[in-house]
């Protein structure tokens, strides 16, 4: 029993080590797993930025159709209440009124033209950086697993090591 026991030693040491690289193997795995899995909840926020740009776009286009109707109700206002009161609206103050008002409407819809262009790059930015949040954790899941498999593969060397030093020492091999 007593001339096993060095076999004993040096298996149970290269048997440790290559139980300790297949974990490690086995947890990079799991990290590289990790990674994508979190890449792609992420990127789902990309799809839904996407479909959100849309939805300001409509409401954008609806607000500028409803914006011309209400703007061709207010002229059609100004002009009847004029020449209700027999006043010429080719000239003077009906013409300053509407010359103001589409003035107006000019204005109001320059500003929401640059409040949805506004709106377009705030949410093309969001989707950047959930792209790159994606990549982001693509590496590290990467860096993580290349970690963990570096790791037992020193475990494995050690544990080889450990069973030579063991066979040298009991002089297994000679």
Do not use: C, H, W
């Not at 048997?15 to 899995?37: H, P």
């Not at 103050?93 to 204005?107: K, P, S």
């Amino acid at each position: 029993m007593a001339q096993a026991m060095p076999f004993i030693a040096a298996g149970a040491s290269i048997a440790q080590g290559i139980s300790s690289k297949r974990a490690a193997d086995n947890a990079a795995a799991a990290a590289a797993q990790a990674g994508e899995f979190n890449a792609t909840i992420i990127e789902r926020d990309i799809g839904l930025l996407e479909r959100q740009k849309q939805l300001v776009n409509a409401n954008f286009l609806t607000q500028m159709v409803r914006a011309a109707s209400a703007f061709t109700g207010v002229q059609g206002s100004v002009k009847a209440g004029f020449g209700y009161g027999g006043i010429d609206i080719s000239e003077g103050t009906a013409m300053t009124v509407l010359r103001q008002n589409a003035r107006e409407f000019e204005y109001e819809n320059k500003v929401a033209e640059t409040n949805n262009a506004v709106s377009m790059m705030q949410i093309a930015d969001a989707q950047e950086e959930a792209r790159l949040n994606a990549q982001l954790s693509r590496m590290e899941g990467g860096a993580s697993a290349a970690a963990l498999r570096a790791q037992g593969t020193s475990s494995l060397i050690g544990g080889i090591a450990g069973g030579a030093r063991t066979a040298i020492e009991y002089k297994m091999f000679g």
